[in-house]
């Protein structure tokens, strides 16, 4: 009989075709969450005067899909770690592309806001599924950076959905961008056929033949054999994974981790709801204002691949540090003219620094939860700070209604940099969190 630690072939498999393959399928599902995030903020001045949108009311109708985001991450986040990754990211993939098909469809805002709420309970679950399911397949020395190269998927979806815009809306109207999101449709078959399950999943529903076939693709020198024994060690579960992220030292690192996201997400979707408008007010015709989105989410994608590649290098929690750090700094400067070159590398920074450090923060933070409470702890940490998606644009709308000065507009987006640079020096360590002597082990043992 051969034991066979699942564990250890993972963590010291080289990087090949196979871990290439679930990178480039999660990105290509996470591409179209980003591309969901700029679309709307590229239609909002749009609608704002085809609907007679006061900015409260576009800054609410902004927030609707964030509403469903967050349940939709609690839930299925929830959800995945016993019915398997694979098929909450199937379901949620459907759910938010029908629904983002049908809000072109949509004949008012009421419609429209019912839609986008579904539309965010897919989107919801889809994020920290994907992160969860890269992070267990992706080599130990390089999970922060195959998680950030995945994730960029999400920032080159928000330059696509930009660019389209500049395109299609002049051409076929607003509601072309939504019927654009329902693409992902077509895909689920080849998504159903090619994209793995969880290993632990797997090995839980005794489907052993699936675990020879999966090991073997992660390394291609193992040849299974009848007899081969497989064991996958995990922490000690002791009560339901929802509880586990406040047990064993975690409480703290949870908490900052709810803060560290609500205020990322607070900057991210208050500039991609309202930059354009903010811009649009400033002097710019629409067309330049969608360009500033563009280059905002083309920032981000050069900032999480940097970012990954840093925090696998050196202390991821440094690094986001330093990239909250300059995030508001490039926001409080965004108030301030200058020339266009020095707005544009402006804006490329805030991008890099904002959404791109909320894929750096999902890279650290899956790694901070053991596998069996992955999906859970981040479904709970993104849930919770999807409440700063759904405030940024209501936020947005508030500071326009208030009449204040660009400096002030900006500044006001920046804080909350500072905040989530001082939350994220309170997580502890990965090592604290992974090493205590008590967290104790179960272990997984299947015979093919």
């Known amino acids: 009989m051969r034991k066979v630690n699942v564990n250890q072939m993972i963590d010291e498999s080289k990087f090949n075709r196979f871990h290439a393959l ?15 995030l700029v679309m709307f903020g590229s239609v909002l001045p749009i609608l704002m005067e085809e609907w007679s949108l006061t900015p409260a009311q576009a800054g609410a109708l902004g927030s609707y899909v964030f ?5 939709g991450g609690v839930i299925f986040g929830s959800f995945a770690d016993k019915m398997g990754r694979k098929n909450i990211i199937l379901f949620c993939l459907a759910l938010f592309s029908l629904f983002t098909g049908l809000i072109g469809l949509a004949s008012g805002p009421v419609e429209f806001g019912i839609y986008r709420f579904l539309a965010g309970l897919g989107l919801g679950g889809v994020m920290p599924n994907v992160v969860a399911l890269v992070t267990e397949y992706s080599p130990k020395s390089l999970k922060s950076t195959l998680v950030s190269v995945m994730f960029s998927g999400f920032s080159v979806g928000g330059v696509a959905s930009a660019g389209l815009a500049i395109v299609l809306i002049s051409k076929f109207g607003w509601q072309s961008v939504f019927f654009v999101g329902a693409i992902p449709l077509l895909s689920i078959p080849l998504l159903y056929k090619y994209l793995p399950d969880s290993i632990e999943f797997i090995l839980a529903k005794n489907q052993d033949g699936k675990v020879s076939e999966v090991l073997s693709k992660i390394n291609p020198s193992f040849t299974p054999i009848e007899n081969d024994y497989y064991e996958m060690t995990l922490p000690e579960k002791t009560g339901s994974p929802v509880m586990g992220l406040f047990r064993n030292g975690r409480a703290l690192t949870t908490v900052m981790f709810f803060i560290t996201f609500f205020m990322v997400l607070l900057m991210i979707y208050g500039l991609n709801t309202w930059l354009p408008k903010l811009m649009a007010d400033a002097g710019y015709e629409l067309g330049s204002s969608i360009m500033f989105l563009l280059i905002l989410n083309l920032g981000s994608v050069f900032g999480a691949i940097l970012g990954g590649v840093a925090a696998d ?47 750096i923060v999902y890279a650290y933070a899956s790694q901070i939860y053991p596998i069996h409470m992955r999906s859970t702890g981040l479904g709970w940490i993104s849930g919770v700070g999807r409440l700063g998606a759904v405030l940024g644009p209501l936020l947005g709308g508030f500071l326009l209604t208030i009449n204040l000065t660009v400096q002030q507009n900006f500044l006001a987006f920046a804080i909350p940099g500072i905040i989530a640079a001082f939350a994220i020096a309170l997580v502890k360590d990965l090592n604290t969190l992974e090493h205590k002597p008590h967290l104790g082990t179960s272990t997984i043992n299947k015979h093919p």
């Not at 999660?26 to 969450?33: G, H, K, M, Q, R």
């Not at 509403?67 to 349940?71: E, K, P, S």
């Not at 266009?340 to 791109?356: F, N, R, S």
């Open 22 to 36: 679930v990178i480039f399928l999660c990105a290509y599902i996470i591409f179209f969450d980003g591309y969901d």
């Open 67 to 71: 509403f469903g985001t967050m349940l």
């Open 313 to 359: 290098r050196w202390n991821g929690k440094k690094v986001l540090i330093l990239f909250f750090v300059l995030a508001a700094v490039s926001l409080i400067l965004l108030g301030f003219r200058t020339n266009t070159i020095v707005l544009y590398l402006l804006i490329a920074v805030a991008g890099a620094t904002t959404i791109g450090t909320q894929i």
